[in-house]
């Protein structure tokens, strides 16, 4: 049973939209704050500066330094995050509900007033490397990472951490640069959700952010990707597998059917892929599909990890379980979806950090948020019938593919 919601916003004179879902039944409360600092901003030889830049900013900020920081957020019990995205650098912490406000207050500090320590610049970029070279040895991500920027092309395919080289050559000047130009209050997004008083959040918020000036937005160029197929040769007696197709992005009115038919195909031990690539055949430890989205395009995103003599195989077989889609679902299929997806909403009802994440996440690719009962209704409304009329409209097609392991495998789908 869903609750009844009341999503409250304001946006601020200077472009920072706050939003607040008040959740009177719990004791925690949960803030994401996004900062429009993602690494689709990062110079192509700077690669990785919002990741640079997220690190440096916790270095110490206001009166305090780098382990004040540390210990005043442990104190409260917070619950920190930090994290870059390609249009986001973003904060978030949950907490018990007294606790929130002044968490906000030091998170004003890490956005307003970072020290960005000189003395600790070349340890931060030491950080950021390590994650560069744990990237390099995550070969399932190294994969996925090439399979998107062949799907989204630059910058909307990279990733955040960038690579050695361009790490590598990131100046301290550079990070007050992207800090003064990017962290900034237009477009900014603060969600909150939990136990709050609705006023004294819109105050407290206005007194931290209200006189903070917006700057104006670089623009970006875009360039296409590289090509649909890829293979990256590694030694290994695994094979990585990537497939990408183009779908609607989550703004679009069909998101749901799309969601419907990927959801059949993947979600949970009866989905298709779960049933006939590693059941039925055991051709795979692991594999999965899932819709992955932008503000301006959407995709649905595969990944199988096997043996080297069973991978060619696996691919046939995703491949065929794709062009199956095409055919149709069934009642039952549909039927066990909904059951999951309806038991995940009451999971999120229960959440604080999840309500305050999803709701960003709402702002930023829809201009508004939607309810748990909005979505339930939506995923009520799904039947055999819309969903095989979208599939008709929008078969799996144009797929990209990359494969990293030792052979290059035959991935001529639908090439003349």
């Known amino acids: 049973m869903l609750v009844e919601q009341s999503i409250l916003t304001h946006r601020f004179p200077n472009g920072l939209t706050l939003l607040v879902e008040p959740m009177e039944w719990l004791e925690s409360a949960a803030f994401a704050l996004l900062l429009p ?15 640079m830049t997220c690190e440096m900013v916790q270095r110490g900020c206001g009166e305090r330094d780098s382990r004040q920081f540390v210990n005043d957020l442990e104190n409260l019990g917070v619950d920190h995050s930090a994290s870059v995205s390609n249009a986001h650098t973003s904060f978030g912490g949950a907490m018990p509900h007294e606790q929130l406000y002044e968490a906000l207050t030091i998170h004003a500090d890490l956005v307003r007033r970072p020290h960005l320590p000189a003395d600790q610049f070349e340890d931060a970029q030491q950080v950021c490397l390590q994650e560069v070279y744990a990237l390099e040895d995550d070969l399932a991500q190294r994969m996925m990472q090439e399979l998107r920027r062949r799907r989204y092309g630059d910058p909307y395919g990279r990733s955040s951490q960038g690579s050695e080289e361009s790490v590598s050559a990131i100046t301290l000047e550079d990070v007050q640069q992207h800090f003064a130009q990017y962290y900034q209050p237009q477009n900014a997004i603060l969600s909150v959700a939990g136990k709050v008083d609705w006023d004294r959040l819109r105050e407290h918020v206005e007194q931290l952010f209200g006189d903070w000036p917006p ?7 875009t360039t296409p990707g590289a090509g649909p197929r890829c293979h990256i040769p590694h030694e290994s007696s695994q094979t990585h597998l990537g497939i ?10 069909d998101y749901y059917q799309a969601r419907g038919a990927v959801g059949v195909l993947s979600d949970g031990m009866s989905s298709r892929l779960f049933t006939e690539v590693r059941e039925k055949r055991g051709l795979v430890y692991t594999v999965s599909a899932s819709c992955h ?8 995103l595969c990944y199988a990890g096997t043996t080297t003599d069973r991978a060619q195989e696996t691919l046939d077989v995703i491949i065929a379980e794709l062009e199956r889609l095409t055919q149709g679902i069934e009642a039952g299929e549909l039927s066990r979806l909904k059951a999951r997806i309806k038991s995940s909403l009451i999971f999120q009802q229960e959440s604080s950090p999840s309500r305050a994440g999803t709701m960003a996440a709402d702002w930023y690719h829809l201009g508004r948020v939607k309810t748990l009962e909005e979505v339930s209704t939506a995923i009520d409304a799904l039947t055999v019938e819309s969903i095989n009329y979208y599939l008709a409209q929008h078969p799996p097609r144009d797929y990209t593919i990359v494969t990293l392991g030792e052979q290059e495998l035959n991935t001529a789908y639908g090439v003349s």
């Open 37 to 51: 600092a993602g690494c689709a901003h990062d110079p192509l030889d700077r690669w990785g500066l919002g990741s």
């Open 244 to 253: 990408a197709y183009p779908s609607v992005p989550y703004s679009h009115p």
């Open 293 to 300: 989205s932008l503000r301006h395009t959407g995709s649905v």
């Open 215 to 221: 700057q104006t937005l670089g623009q970006i160029t």
